[in-house]
């Protein structure tokens, strides 16, 4: 070796001659901050080195001297050139070759006079690097897809670190104790999978959930920064076991560029009591601010709780001030669509309550005990019916729906019951279950509609006025009932519903309008009957037809430039061409006598067209609005962004199914006693992760 080579190791200092260090973790102890923190590609892995400060002079000389490297082992190492002080004369400066492990990142000195056997040795004992044994085995798997012929070899090899993902992102997904690593059983059986496999303890897993979140809430982040479109919020309080913690969900919801809805989970807080307004308020916008999103905040989707009251007052403040909001904030509180529900039919049930304790009496008399469960079953048989009745719990109609509809099934078989059972005397008259038959018909209008309403995979927003104008017709026909606790029933309905349609009707007026099948002429057909064929259901429309002019020129201005007009029948001044069009008093005559229109907007043109045909009703709810816009973007750019916001905006704040629970919204018991911080990360690593895997595949001999 040449002594310029030799010293091409280090300028300034004597080189590299230092025994080979036997603790590797200790390498890069004495390394400088100004090293280039970029991982290199793989088509620069042999270049000669990332260099800190390449104006440098020393740095300029080495790299003079430098040459291309050669050896197998730099494949996994970047050469880097580092500036720092000398160990013998601190006012000196010297340059430093290292090369960095492209597995655990450490740097490893690049001594000429040894080679790359400090490389070598490194590769040897790194931690991160999968298959350091050289003589591992690799299995080869068949594998087929189900229902056909092809045969696909695939190589496996274990690799440590992939295993652990898998084991964190499995405890989170499927909501496992941490614990279970250190099940004896468990791990028995993962060594029945592979002997060189080695279990993490708890407290590994616990760090490997962590940086699994850290990595995918970067992706998020990333994501939502790209975010060409506005996103919509929910927040959902949810409550710990043991601890009585409150956490509090927020939600984001969006339509991406391939026009696909997406819902990802930002945040599981812990929200210190009392849960104020003013404490919610800023729950909120450190979760905006945090994720970067406030500029694209649209709207908020709550319940009807007097704080979320005051809580939407500040963020409408807060927001409308910078000026983040459309029509200073008129489309920003969107009202939680099954709570209201909820609140609707609770007070139409006061009244009800009272025609249907004798079916209830009945579900309890056979829930009492197993010895008249078993009796019960026995008549149903006997009957050739099958089912099982359940009891309702007070303050959730959805269980009373339930309670009805299962049990009027059974109808014949409560009436075997009392036939046989001296015990059974509190048998419901005729006039009895025809009462519970007619409120069980009103109930489950609601819970379809609810049903509805709840969708996260599918726009609600569109879907949100019609299932409104239905629930304003069932209230109407019950109104008219010729049953007077029906009547009743619709009676105290009708006070809750005008009180909350007057709240919510412009955002869900909007959704429907930017459906081709329905458009404002839906609207206006829908406010008359809603509102009265009076002038008042004209004054109203009057208020969202500027409302809606008013969002569309303010789209259009943000674009910084007018959409192009589509027309059919006119034509712009602009575009006139003819005999004596250049003559300005034929010009003048021609507008004078509307020969030509000015300029539709993109707006007009979209409302004019035909509505798109429906098939069936059923139509409804297989119609792909977002495909349609999808289409359309080019003809409608404006429209399309209007679209691709409003349709984002659930109407509910959670599913319905946990709208309905018995007990709300709880942690399980094994993740109520961790950390906060953990439970965050294990609840939105769930609903990052995807639900499924690809089942076709199946392993064969």
Request: some cysteine; charged content about 25%; aromatic content about 10%.
């Amino acid at each position: 070796m040449s002594q310029s080579e030799k010293a091409s190791n280090r300028v300034g200092t004597p080189s590299c001659s230092q025994p080979i260090s036997q603790h590797p973790e200790q390498e890069d102890q004495s390394v400088a901050s100004t090293i280039a923190s970029t991982a290199p590609s793989s088509s620069n892995k042999r270049s000669l080195a990332e260099v800190a400060d390449e104006n440098h002079p020393l740095v300029i000389a080495l790299l003079k001297k430098l040459r291309t490297t050669r050896s197998p082992s730099w494949d996994e190492f970047t050469r880097k050139i580092i500036v720092e002080p000398d160990k013998d004369n601190p006012v000196k400066e010297v340059v430093v070759l290292m090369g960095e492990c492209h597995h655990c990142k450490k740097l490893v000195p690049d001594c000429s006079e040894q080679g790359t056997t400090r490389l070598a040795q490194h590769l040897r004992i790194c931690p991160q690097k999968p298959q350091n044994n050289p003589g591992q085995m690799k299995i080869t798997t068949a594998v087929k897809k189900a229902g056909t012929n092809q045969v696909k070899l695939l190589n496996y090899k274990y690799d440590p670190i992939v295993t652990r993902n898998c084991l964190a992102k499995m405890i989170a997904k499927h909501d496992y104790p941490l614990n279970m690593v250190e099940h004896f059983y468990f791990r028995d059986f993962v060594k029945s999978l592979n002997p060189a496999a080695r279990m993490p303890c708890r407290n590994t897993s616990k760090a490997d959930v962590l940086r699994c979140y850290a990595e995918m809430k970067g992706e998020l982040q990333l994501q939502l920064e790209n975010l060409t479109s506005k996103c919509s919020l929910t927040t959902d309080m949810w409550t710990a076991k043991h601890t009585k913690d409150g956490y509090c969900c927020v939600t984001c919801h969006f339509i991406d560029d391939e026009w696909n809805l997406i819902a990802k989970t930002l945040a599981y807080i812990v929200v210190p009591s009392p849960h104020t307004g003013d404490v919610l308020s800023d729950f909120i916008k450190t979760c905006t601010l945090e994720w970067n999103i406030d500029r694209k905040f649209f709207a908020l989707t709550a319940d009807n709780a007097p704080a979320n009251g005051v809580m939407m007052r500040n963020l409408i403040n807060c927001l409308d001030g910078k000026n983040y909001l459309l029509l200073q904030g008129k489309l920003f509180h969107m009202r939680c669509s099954n709570h209201i529900l909820h609140l609707i039919v609770l007070y139409g049930m006061k009244v009800a309550a009272v025609f249907i304790e004798g079916i209830r009496d009945c579900v309890k008399y056979v829930k009492s005990s197993q010895a008249r469960k078993e009796k019960f079953e026995t008549t149903l048989t006997q009957c050739r019916l099958s089912g099982e009745v359940s009891l309702d719990v007070d303050t959730r109609w959805n269980s009373t729906f339930t309670m009805l509809k299962n049990a009027i099934k059974l109808r014949e078989g409560f009436h075997r019951l009392s036939e046989f059972d001296s015990d059974f005397d509190i048998m419901p008259s005729s006039e009895q279950w025809d009462q519970g038959i007619e409120i069980c018909n009103c109930l489950e209008a609601f819970n379809n509609i609810s049903t509805e309403f709840a969708g996260i995979k599918y726009p609600t927003s569109n879907l949100y006025y019609n299932g409104v104008y239905k629930i304003n017709q069932s209230i109407t026909s019950w109104e008219d009932s010729t049953f007077e606790y029906v009547r009743e029933m619709g009676l105290k309905m009708r006070e809750k519903f005008n009180a909350y349609w007057s709240e919510s009707n412009l955002i869900m007026s909007i959704g429907v309008v930017l459906d081709p099948r329905y458009k404002e002429k839906w609207v206006r057909f829908t406010y008359k009957i809603i509102f009265g064929d009076n002038e008042r259901a004209s004054v109203e429309y009057e208020k969202f037809r500027i409302d809606l002019t008013k969002i569309f020129k303010a789209y259009e201005s943000q674009n910084n430039t007018s959409a192009p007009a589509l027309f059919s029948n006119s034509v712009s001044r602009m575009d006139v061409r003819g005999p004596g069009t250049t003559n300005p008093d034929y010009a003048t005559f021609l507008l004078e006598n509307d020969e030509y229109d000015v300029q539709k907007s993109e707006l007009e043109t979209y409302l004019e067209e035909p509505i798109l045909p429906t098939v069936s009703p059923q139509d409804e709810y297989n119609f792909d609005i977002l495909s349609w816009w999808k289409l359309s973007a080019a003809k409608y750019p404006i429209l399309s962004k209007i679209a691709r916001d409003v349709l984002a905006v659930p109407v509910t704040s959670v599913a319905s199914e946990s709208m309905f629970s018995d007990g709300g919204r709880v942690l399980t018991t094994h993740r109520a006693l961790l950390s906060p911080e953990l439970v965050q990360a294990l609840l939105c690593l769930s609903d990052w992760l995807p639900g499924s895997f690809d089942a076709d595949m199946e392993v064969i001999d």
